[in-house]
C-alpha cells in the first residue's frame, strides 16, 4: 500500500489544520493507521492510531483533545483534525499502516511497515 500526506503548512498558535492520507495500492480497511511526528533534532514520536473500524482510536497526551483521527474506509483515507495547535506541534507529520499490531505495540514506530513522505506542519508563536 502506498500513502501519500498532504494538508501541512503554516498557521498561528491556536489555529486549525486538517490533514489527510490517502492510500493507493490496497484497501486501507485492513490496516491499523497511525501519525507520527519529527521535529527537528528530536526523535519520531507517535500522535495518534485508529483501528481498522474507526472505533477506536488512541492519542498522545500531548494532542489529547485537540486532535481527532478519523477514517474513511470506502474512500481509502483518514484524517487528522488538529485544532489549538501549540508551536511544540510544529514538526512533519508521517501517516503509517500496518496490520495486526498488538495494542502494546500501538505506540511503536516499528509496528508499522507503510509510510506516507510526510507533510509539514508549522506553527507560529
Known amino acids: 500500500v502506498q500513502l501519500q500526506a498532504s494538508g501541512g503548512g503554516l498557521v498561528q498558535a491556536g489555529g486549525s489544520l486538517t490533514l489527510s492520507c490517502a492510500a493507493s495500492g490496497s484497501s486501507l480497511r485492513s490496516y491499523t493507521v497511525a501519525w507520527f511526528r519529527q521535529a527537528p533534532g528530536k526523535e519520531r514520536e507517535f500522535v495518534t492510531a485508529?483501528?481498522?473500524?474507526?472505533?477506536?482510536?488512541y492519542y498522545a497526551d500531548s494532542v489529547k483533545g485537540r486532535f481527532t483521527f478519523s477514517r474513511d474506509n470506502a474512500k481509502n483515507t483518514v484524517s487528522l483534525q488538529m485544532n489549538s495547535l501549540k508551536p511544540e506541534d510544529t514538526a512533519v507529520y508521517y501517516c503509517?499502516?500496518?496490520?495486526?499490531?498488538?495494542?502494546?505495540?500501538?505506540?511503536?514506530?516499528?509496528?508499522?511497515?507503510?509510510w506516507g513522505q510526510g507533510t509539514q506542519v508549522t506553527v507560529s508563536s
Open positions: 485508529i483501528r481498522t473500524s474507526g472505533d477506536n482510536t
Open positions: 503509517a499502516a500496518g496490520e495486526r499490531i498488538i495494542l502494546s505495540s500501538l505506540r511503536r514506530d516499528l509496528s508499522y511497515d507503510y
